[in-house]
Every structure is written in structure tokens, then in C-alpha cells.
């Protein structure tokens, strides 16, 4: 299994609070993913990471910042969350950023906004 | 609107069936990509399709990507408990270099 520790696991919070979510790697991968996964959708992506400090949007990013300050670490925040960000986040990483690349996915962060 | 639609969205059968789960798109895919994912579990790729046509195996799994590159489709032969999951097709459509992912089909085969 790719080494990918997602934290929290589970989360539940209220509306209008800041929550961050944290992605961890010890593969030394160059590309770093958020995804939200809801019924009905797939997984759909937030934003992604290309290298330390370099990201850019995915389709669904209104309300989502992310940072990447060390290769290892990729940070979803929140600033406000709304009822509507509650869903299963997925953070994955590959190689390169290339079609064909398979992406290894960590377990989720369920997290529930009340 | 999903860039990626996928057919049937939930399927029930009996252990020793066979199935076919349909990724169809307006877009051409460069490649395409297909996961399953488990309860409580992140996805895991199981194939990627390059060429238009070309068909891959995998065990009791065959995966077909279209002439146009625009669908592929996964059929099951012979299905057993252990295929139950979610699979998800996945890919780059050629005009962007964004990644999507579809809408996924829920599998679940009885004992």
C-alpha cells in the first residue's frame, strides 16, 4: 500500500467554523490531490499540487484553499464551512502528473458540518 | 453535467453471473482509467486503457476502450463475492488537463 495517512478520519463541526484537513506522504510523489466524493458523483477534484508551493484549481474548488509547503504534506482548509461541504474527502498522489499515471488514494475524512 | 457518465449506477446479481459496466463520455479520452473502492476504503486502479479498441484483461475482468476513445466498458465474467465494490472510470478528457473521475456503478454479487 502507497504510504498515505489522511487525518482526521471522521470529523463533525458546525457551520461557519475554519477546518483543515491534513494529507501525509512518505513516497516522495511530486503530485498531491483533494477529491470530495458524493452520491451520485464520483470523486471530483478540489485541487491538486504539482510540487512545495506550487497548486492549482480543480473542477470543484469555490470555498476550498489548499497549501503545500513541504513535499510530504498537503493541507485542504476549509475557511468557512458550509453544510454543503460535508462529504468523504480523498486525497491521492502519483508520480507525475501524466493521463496515463496511476493515482494511490488514502483512506477518506468523513466529515460532517452541522 | 458529469463528464464521465457510467451505467448502470447500482447492480445487483447472483454469484456466477456475468455483468457489464458502461463509461461513456461527448469527449475523447486520451487514456482512461478504471478503480474499485471498497466500504471505508480509498480507490484502487485496476487497469488503464491508451489505445482506441484495445482490450485488457485482468483475470475474470475484461476492459474495452472504444474506437473513438470516447467510452470504455468492464465485463465481469463469472462474478464472485469478492468483486462487490464500487468501480469507477477515470480519465483526462484531450481539450484540458483536468482529471475526472465518473459517476461510479455499485456492485454487489450474492452468495
Known amino acids: 500500500d502507497a504510504g498515505i495517512t489522511q487525518s482526521p478520519r471522521h470529523k463533525v463541526t458546525e457551520t461557519g467554523t475554519p477546518v483543515t484537513l491534513r494529507c501525509h506522504q512518505t513516497?516522495?510523489?511530486?503530485?498531491m490531490y483533494w477529491y470530495r466524493q458524493d452520491p451520485g458523483h464520483g470523486l471530483r477534484l478540489i485541487h491538486y499540487?504539482?510540487?512545495?508551493?506550487?497548486?492549482d484549481k480543480g473542477e470543484v474548488s469555490d470555498g476550498y484553499s489548499v497549501s503545500r509547503s513541504k513535499t510530504e504534506d498537503f493541507l485542504l482548509t476549509l475557511e468557512s464551512a458550509t453544510s454543503s461541504q460535508t462529504s468523504v474527502y480523498f486525497c491521492a498522489i502519483s508520480v507525475t502528473g501524466g493521463n496515463n499515471q496511476p493515482q494511490h488514494f488514502g483512506d477518506g475524512t468523513r466529515l460532517s458540518i452541522l | 453535467t458529469q463528464l464521465l457518465e457510467q451505467s448502470p449506477q447500482f447492480l445487483s446479481i447472483q454469484e456466477g453471473e456475468n455483468l457489464t459496466v458502461y463509461c461513456n463520455s461527448s469527449?475523447?479520452?486520451?487514456?482512461l482509467q478504471w478503480y474499485r473502492q471498497e466500504p471505508g476504503e480509498g480507490p484502487v486502479l485496476l487497469v488503464t486503457v491508451v489505445t482506441g479498441g484495445e482490450v485488457k484483461k485482468l483475470k475474470r475482468l475484461t476492459f474495452q476502450f472504444g474506437d473513438a476513445r470516447k467510452d470504455s466498458s468492464l465485463h465481469i465474467t463469472a462474478a464472485q463475492p469478492g468483486d462487490t465494490g464500487l468501480y469507477l472510470c477515470?480519465?483526462?478528457?484531450?481539450?484540458?488537463?483536468?482529471?475526472?473521475f465518473g459517476t461510479g456503478t455499485s456492485l454487489t454479487v450474492i452468495p
Open positions: 499540487s504539482y510540487g512545495v508551493k506550487d497548486t
Open positions: 477515470a480519465g483526462s478528457p484531450n481539450t484540458g488537463n483536468q482529471f475526472y
Open positions: 469527449s475523447v479520452f486520451s487514456s
Open positions: 513516497e516522495n510523489h511530486r503530485y
